[in-house]
Structure formats: structure tokens, C-alpha cells
DNA sequence: GGCGTTGTTGTGCAAGTGTATAAATAGCCT
DNA sequence: AGGCTATTTATACACTTGCACAACAACGCC
């Protein structure tokens, strides 16, 4: 039966509802992530998010001026959501400065944050940092808040263990640190299968209490 | 004065050079990495990477399928230079497991593998093999081959100190031992600027002796 | 030197790209 | 209910892309 023969589908233009303005630019910059994740950034075309956002692909210009600045909110929104996510595991105040750090440690080597998606957009954006100085900047700001962060708590946990460690000492165990869980989160998303749940995290809090020197805690079943 | 006037100008057909083919293969394979780090996946086009090659586009494929093949052998053209120069660190024969050790750490994280530009490639290419199956794969065994050279070498440093360490021990070793390298490296290519030359391999090192509990060595400049 | 092989160029093409813009309609206000 | 307006669709357009192919010329061989 040929279409013509269904008056409804003749020059019928797609129903539609009207969004809210907020919730439609999420939508698109969610939609233009998940197409950038499975696609890459070539892939990821303004009719491909368009689609998969459940729009047509003029709408995009409604709201974002041109392709780059989508992709670049889209690219502040998931920076924005990962160390969101990171930081808040240092939130926790009832807890000894050891245990806040291996809370920190535990929280980014397992899910969510091991997530070989996020690890996707993460490995494609960051790729253009080279050759695109606004990302660089963006990862930059983000990296070194990230290191802020840790080297506080370094600081305590030190602090908490009567030791005294000068600046340089500080950083460079933030550093180190830093490097612990960024390898380790690059391993777990790139070959989570390969790792019993936890065992990342098992890793991290060893490396890193390794790393500061701590005394291994005497746990109830034994030491060794 | 008119183009017409110069009669060399007009239908005037572009000069070439036969080259090997080895040749031809590797610089088209060159410029196809050069042109991905420069522009990212989305900019390499045939015509971007004929012109860095400097012959015209029509000819990749005289040596090349289609451009996917191009690019799957740029990739592993990549890997295999960064895997060799890696594990040429570990090749000196004349040295204790320890100095070893360090001296692959040191080749890790000191030019020219700390580099901008090989970061760049990394990370665009791997940032695909979420969704390419055979970028993936391509990736599990280079990591795994990586793993296995430390684990080998932690297993001669330790057997130096007499430390018999099961296998689960060796395998976390290497784990983090390997994410670290990895960490510092990324830290390195991306804000290179912020770190003194030698730094990061010295808290690489540090770090990675840290991991293994090995006892700081005694320097004649005295210690801490 | 002439000739054949084949590496290399140049052109063409269909498909897809981002952007521009006109036409339509959903939802709100009165 | 009826009109207004901004959201959304749909179409058009200039341009780029990967690929196909025919013409050409550099180089080895006789």
C-alpha cells in the first residue's frame, strides 16, 4: 500500500511539544555527549545529536550559537559534573583525616567515576587540549583544584601523625598521588573486567598510604 | 600580467618523485599522525594528510584501502614506537633489578616520552576504543605486554631484598607501579611547564619505591 | 633512445556537513 | 475562543568529505 493512500502522512509535520528552555539545552548537551562518547568528535554531527536528543537539527541553532560552542558547554558540563562528583567524597566531616583520604581514594576507583564512557569523552576532549588553548586552561583549572584538594588532605593526614612535611615535600606527594588515582582510573575504565570490584580501590589506598609512609593499620584478622 | 603569459603555467601538471613504496607508506603514515595531533580525528582529512605528506590526495589510495586502514595503521605505527622506546630502558644488562627499575621509570617520564604531541595521538585514538573493538584490543595488549615487563622487573627486585611475594602481591605491585608511571606521564604532557626537568621522574621513582617498601637508598650528600 | 609499467596527478561525483531562513504550530494571555 | 509569539520543523545552500577513474609522466628495461 503506498503512503498516499494515508492522508495523515501526507505532508505531515512532526508533532512537537515545547520544552522549557533550560531543560532543552540540557537535553542537547546531554544528547551531544552521548553522541561524542559513541561516535567521537567526528562522528558527532549536528543531525546525529539532534536525533538522539529527539529534536531536528535546526533547533540546535536555536539555542547554541554555532556547533563549537555546544561542544564546548557540553565539555564545561562533563569537567563540571566529574569533579563535582571527586570533591564530594572530601565532604565527609566526622571522619579522621586517614580515613576522609581512603574515602577519596575509594571514591574515584569505583563506580560511577570508573566509567568507561566518561573515560571516552575525557580521552576525546582532552586529546584537543594540545592544539585548543581554551581546553587546556579548562583542564588545567580543573587539575589543579584536584591537586589542591588532595594536597589538603595530605596535609592533614600528616598533621594528624605529628609529622611535618615542608612545602615541596607536600606537593610532591600531591603530585604522586595524584598520578596513583589518575592511573588507576585510566586501568579500571580502560579494563574494568580485569579487576575484581574493589580491588582497584584496594590498590589506590595501599599505593597512596605507601606513598605518605603511613604504618599499614592493624586490622583485626592479622597482620602480615 | 595574465597566467597565460607564462606558457610553463598553463596546463601546467605538477612535478613528483617516484618514491619506494616503504617510503611513501611511512610518510603518508607521518603525516597522518601529525595531521591527527594537529586537527584531531575530525580534521585529518585525506586532503590535510596529502598535503603534510606533499602529494595529492588521490594517491593514498594507491597505498591504503580507504582512510580507516590509514588510520588503523597510524595507530599501531604509534603504539609500536612507544611501547619500543619503553622497553629499551629495561635492556641494560650490566645493572642491579633496582637501578633497572629506576632507570625505566626515569625513560618513562623524561623526554622524549614525555610529549605533547604523542599525548595528543594517545589520547584521541584511545579515546575511540570504547566503541572500536579492534582500537581496544589493539590497546589491552600493548598494556598488558607494558605490565608484564614491570611485573617482571618488581619480581627481580624483590627476589634481590629476599622478599618472596606471592602471586597476587606482584600483580597489584604492578598494577600501581604501572599507574603511576602512567599518572606522572599524563601530569607531564599536559602542564610540562609546571614541573623542574628530572622532577617527575624523581617522585616517580620515589613513589615507585615507596609501592615496593624498598628502603631509601643512603646518598653520600646525606639523607632526610 | 624508445617503450611499457605503474606511481602519481587531476577531476568528477554522490553523500554528508554546518549554517541560514522561511514556514508552521504549540502554548500562553486576554 | 482567538490571536501572538517564540519554539520547532523543514528546506535550501555552499562547502567539504571520501572515493572512483582517466590521463599523465617518471623510471627501469630493452
Known amino acids: 500500500m503506498p503512503d498516499a493512500a494515508d492522508p495523515a502522512s501526507m505532508n505531515a509535520r512532526r508533532k512537537f511539544r515545547r520544552e522549557g528552555e533550560e531543560r532543552r539545552r540540557q537535553d542537547l548537551i546531554d544528547a551531544t555527549l552521548d553522541s561524542v562518547a559513541e561516535h567521537g568528535l567526528e ?32 565539555y564545561a558540563a562533563l569537567m563540571g559534573r566529574m569533579t563535582e562528583q571527586a570533591k564530594a567524597a572530601l565532604a565527609m566531616e566526622d571522619a579522621s583525616p586517614r580515613q576522609r583520604l581512603a574515602a577519596f581514594v575509594t571514591a574515584n576507583l569505583d563506580a560511577p567515576i570508573i566509567d568507561q564512557r566518561v573515560f571516552s569523552l575525557w580521552a576525546t576532549f582532552i586529546g584537543r587540549a594540545g592544539a585548543d588553548p581554551t581546553l587546556a586552561r579548562a583542564h588545567r583549572e580543573g587539575y589543579l583544584g584536584f591537586r589542591n584538594e588532595v594536597e589538603a588532605v595530605v596535609a592533614e593526614v600528616l598533621a594528624a601523625e605529628r609529622r611535618k612535611p615542608d612545602a615541596a615535600e607536600l606537593r610532591h606527594h600531591a603530585i604522586a598521588i595524584n598520578a ?38 592493624e586490622l583485626k584478622g592479622g597482620n602480615q
Open 43 to 74: 562522528g558527532a554531527t549536528l543531525r546525529t545529536i539532534a536525533l538522539r536528543a529527539g529534536v531536528t537539527a535546526g533547533l540546535i541553532r536555536h539555542y547554541f550559537p554555532g556547533k563549537e560552542d555546544l561542544l564546548q558547554e557540553a
Open 180 to 217: 596513583i588515582i589518575d592511573g588507576l582510573w585510566i586501568e579500571g575504565c580502560l579494563a574494568g573486567e580485569m579487576f575484581s570490584p574493589g580491588e582497584l580501590a584496594a590498590i589506590g589506598i595501599k599505593a597512596v598510604e605507601a606513598e605518605l609512609g603511613l604504618a599499614p593499620l
